[in-house]
């Protein structure tokens, strides 16, 4: 009798298991946009089956999903057979796995000159095919498994980036066209914003979004949608189309009227590859729309054709994924915290989990709502998400546990106060005001942070202590200038010579300006773009307090709530009793001049989207506005124009849309020095 190996039946039973749990998560993310765990965790259980097939070639299955593309196309729409089957890419997590594939390329052409590439951002949304006969489109479908698809024809024809007809007259008799659509990151908070206010269900992220508005049975749903595409590639054609390479292509394709990503570079070898990677992303996080890594192509659609295919992918092209920003934890508890406008906030601990480049232990539930759509609870295994700087969220339960239900406070877990929720508002506040300590100690941070009034070596910790100390040292921003060194100095890890900075620096940040002042206030939604709208509209600080709120909607960004906000802060007695105090302490700014009507820009509202290359967008704003303009940071039927550089998105098909004038950074450039002499 034959003796079973057990580590090979231990390799053969976790090989099993793997593929059951990705056709399962395969078919939760690909037919039903329902995703069950984050796409890293995803694709590491792949590889580890493909490490496993790879060493063990015996466990190999005809039907494994290391050969599989996607996922079978639902049976909610008929379906398409493709003329050429739409692969997947294989995956890269490190610069020697893309060198490691280039260098397979250069033995597979038998040449030590490394290829010229095409790199491109990896859109986060959902693969199309649109077929295209006579310039008209025909047909469009999903990726499907890569051989059948889903006709999604009635909904791709609503989105406006997709022409229903090719422009000119010079194209294929027969041309399919293949790209991603996605949602813009815009567009979905908008969306989101409308579904909660209008008591419907929000979209989870941006690539279910996108995946879930094209597969509605009703087209006028897809149409409610902000969804745009990128053409990346073309597949099947029929007739005449020359260009040599993958570049020349996508160029091609920009010309018969498709978007292509503006930020596509082409790139020489491993160190190019590596740049390119570095560039887009330290831009990640300013984009407009999700990306989750870099697809790197071999550019020459001779070698292409040379290198063909393995099972599921080609071997002249990879993806270089991104970090993770989404991982699985253990949700453990649930504190809550108060803000300085007295925002209660659920805060998530978690079982930390290295997500984003950094080790994650908490992350914000944003409010009662959002738990309860989420329906988490202690003890649930959460998705947690973290992308750049901003604060990680948990934004899914991947594995619903028999933990307890979160209960929100009645009262404010600092104060004691009452909590109120107003009709409207989805986060519910504590009423306690500036007798709530923890509001206290928000509102001063805020007030010295870097975008206010600056206040080297006044930290969280030392502020913390100042509220908390018996008597306290600050009870309001204005008790910042009354400091001595001698109030400081005892308390704990401070000393004399600490002390004395830090009264030194309160000094320096008598001298400010008016935009930061008002900003320091902390009004509830007045951010830097809106107080500064607010003190070059009215020029001083009495103006600004006394306006009516007619006058401040007529300032760029203020809509009617900001305006209510602003009345109801400069009508509170205690407010104004604290600038008051401030003033008295020697807090001041330069006077602003008021743009000149002479000046030729002046009367003109601007709004910069996208990136631009000669200088910065804050940079591009000051120019404007040393020309008479006002810079705004939303596009209304009010603005001259639109600035739209690299990478533009939801501004730009909101200006489109309105008939806004859209300028080019070269068009930009002209103005300036044009009125600049």
């Known amino acids: 009798m034959k003796q079973v190996d057990p580590a090979k039946a231990e390799l053969a039973k976790e090989a099993e298991q793997l593929r059951i749990d990705l056709r399962k998560h395969g078919e939760l993310y690909y037919q039903q946009d329902a995703p069950s765990i984050p796409d890293a965790e995803y694709d590491q259980m792949l590889r580890r089956l493909q490490e496993i097939e790879a060493a063990n070639p015996a466990l190999k299955t005809s039907d494994s999903p290391t050969r599989a593309v996607g996922s079978a196309p639902s049976t909610g729409f008929s379906q398409i057979e493709h003329r050429m089957p739409m692969l997947s890419l294989d995956n890269a997590f490190d610069d020697d796995e893309v060198a490691a594939f280039i260098d397979r390329i250069c033995t597979r052409l038998k040449t030590d000159q490394q290829p010229e590439l095409v790199a491109e951002p990896k859109l986060d949304g959902i693969a199309v095919s649109l077929m295209y006969e006579k310039g008209v489109l025909q047909y469009a479908a999903t990726r499907g498994d890569g051989r059948t698809g889903e006709d999604i024809t009635a909904n791709v024809r609503t989105i406006n980036s997709i022409p229903g007809r090719l422009r000119g007259n010079d194209y294929p008799e027969i041309l399919e066209v293949r790209g991603e659509i996605f949602m813009p990151l815009a567009g979905f908070e908008n969306y989101n914003k409308k579904a909660l206010k209008e008591g419907t269900k929000p979209l989870i992220n941006p690539r279910n979004a996108a995946a879930g508005s094209l597969r509605q049975l009703d087209a006028s749903i897809t149409a409610s949608r902000p969804l745009m595409m990128m053409a990346y590639s073309i597949g099947y054609l029929e007739g005449s189309f020359p260009q040599p390479n993958h570049w020349d292509v996508l160029q091609r394709l920009a010309e018969l009227g498709f978007l292509i990503n503006p930020l596509i570079r082409a790139v020489s070898g491993s160190a190019g590859c590596k740049s390119y990677y ?269 306006a009516s709120i007619e006058e401040y909607l007529q300032v760029p960004d203020v809509g009617p709530i900001v305006a209510g906000h602003l009345r109801g802060f400069f009508d509170n007695l205690e407010n104004l009793q604290i600038i008051d105090r401030l003033q008295e302490a020697g807090v001041n700014w330069p006077a602003i001049e008021k743009p000149s009507t002479d000046l030729p820009l002046f009367g003109n509202t601007y709004v910069l989207t996208g990136s631009l290359e000669a200088f910065t967008r804050d940079q591009a704003g000051a120019r404007l506005q040393s020309l008479g303009a006002k810079v705004a940071s939303s596009v209304s039927a009010k603005t001259a124009a639109l600035i739209a550089g690299a990478s533009a998105g939801s501004k730009l098909t909101k200006a489109e849309k309105l008939g806004v004038q859209v300028l080019s950074e070269e068009d930009l450039l002209a103005l300036l020095e044009k009125h600049s002499g």
């Open 278 to 546: 570095e560039e887009i992303a330290a831009l990640r996080e300013s984009l407009e729309y999700d990306i989750d890594g870099i697809v790197y192509k071999v550019n020459s659609l001779d070698l292409q054709e040379q290198l063909g295919f393995v099972s599921r992918a080609p071997r002249w092209a990879i993806a270089r994924k991104f970090p993770a920003q989404e991982k699985s934890t253990i949700l453990e508890k649930v504190d809550f915290q108060v803000g300085r406008t007295g925002a209660i906030t659920p805060v998530a601990r978690l079982e930390p989990v290295f997500v984003g480049g950094v080790t994650v232990s908490n992350a914000t539930l944003h409010n009662r709502d959002e738990i309860e759509r989420l329906g988490v609870k202690i003890g649930d295994q959460v998705i947690v998400r973290r992308a750049g700087d901003v604060i990680p969220q948990v934004v899914g339960v991947s594995r619903a546990g028999d933990g307890e239900s979160i209960q929100f406070p009645e009262v404010c877990p600092v104060c004691g106060s009452d909590i109120e929720q107003v009709e409207g508002e989805a986060v519910a506040r504590c009423t306690g005001g500036l007798i709530c300590s923890a509001q206290r100690i928000e509102a001063l941070r805020h007030f010295a942070s870097r975008k206010a009034l600056d206040i080297e070596g006044l930290g969280d910790k030392l502020i913390e202590m100042m509220v908390r100390s018996d008597p306290p040292l600050l009870g309001s921003p204005a008790d910042i200038f009354q400091l001595r060194v001698e109030d400081v100095a005892d308390l704990e890890r401070m000393a004399e010579k600490s002390a004395t900075n830090l009264i030194e620096a309160i000094a320096d940040a008598r001298n400010t300006t008016l935009p930061r002042f008002i900003y320091a206030l902390g009004i509830r939604e007045v951010g830097e773009a809106t107080a500064l709208a607010l003190a070059n509209h009215f020029g001083d600080l009495p103006s600004c307090m006394s």
